[in-house]
């Protein structure tokens, strides 16, 4: 399958390079384009919409502390990046809108083996909302 547009759904942990590196082998490999999303779930909806921080880099929809952890993500990737999306909310809600408006053809995201996942999975969230190809990749 080739895939055109891939989208790396990020937390705020140094795991997700493992997803970065494996997005970016990836999207080499089939010539895809690449971005990536973070939705802060912790603090509730503030921001209905998502900021693409790569096309507005001034934008700090998340307090400083997160801010300087994503674009610590935006200069490890060595790989051109499309969109860097941000915001709050739902991550599950927010991917069919990404992911139309945006030809996004495979989610990349992480799945930890620790005691909290066995009983909340936002993987599980993900893989029952997306309407494309999910790669669950074990941190």
């Known amino acids: 399958m080739k895939y055109n547009h891939i989208l790396v759904a990020l ?54 502390h997160a801010m300087e952890y994503l674009h610590e993500f935006q200069d490890y990737v060595d790989y051109p990046l499309q969109h860097f999306f941000v915001g709050t909310g739902d991550l599950a809600a927010k991917l069919k809108g990404v992911t139309e408006e945006n030809q996004v053809d495979l989610i990349i995201c992480g799945h930890h083996h620790d005691f909290i996942s066995h009983f909340i999975s936002y993987s599980r969230r993900l893989l029952n909302k997306a309407t494309v190809d999910i790669l669950v990749v074990p941190v």
């Open 11 to 64: 937390d705020l942990s140094d795991e997700s390079k493992i997803l970065i590196d494996r997005a970016v082998f990836l999207a080499k490999t089939v010539d895809a384009q690449l971005s990536f999303i973070h939705v802060d779930g912790n603090i509730g909806e503030v921001y209905p919409d998502l900021i693409d921080i790569a096309a507005e880099p001034e934008q700090r929809p998340l307090n400083l």
